[in-house]
């Protein structure tokens, strides 16, 4: 951040010098305050777009859900899966 610059006045107290001390103070200040308004513009520019991220973010994850979410089974076929489900299909006693 620029620093403002105070004129101190010199021993010689005239009008003159004075008025001109605080312009050259008054045009230190506006510098600083565009710099300060350009830097808060950027950071409102920055806000917005992270609050339309946010929002983008919350409506898609709102419309899928949880409910609506697949949980996907595994269906392969190991040997102990296959004998199981022989005996199953063939109970011991079980008459056909």
């Not at 609506?68 to 199953?88: N, Q």
């Amino acid at each position: 951040m620029a620093e403002i610059v105070f004129n101190t006045p010199t021993e010689s107290v005239d009008l003159e010098s004075q008025v001109q001390n605080l312009q050259t103070t008054l045009a230190s200040l506006n510098q600083q305050v565009i710099v300060l308004q350009e830097a808060l513009r950027e950071r409102d520019q920055k806000i917005r777009e992270l609050e339309k991220e946010l929002a983008e973010t919350t409506r898609d994850t709102s419309q899928v859900g949880f409910d609506s979410w697949e949980v996907k089974r595994d269906e392969t076929l190991t040997i102990v899966g296959a004998f199981i489900k022989l005996y199953k299909l063939f109970l011991p006693g079980k008459v056909a």
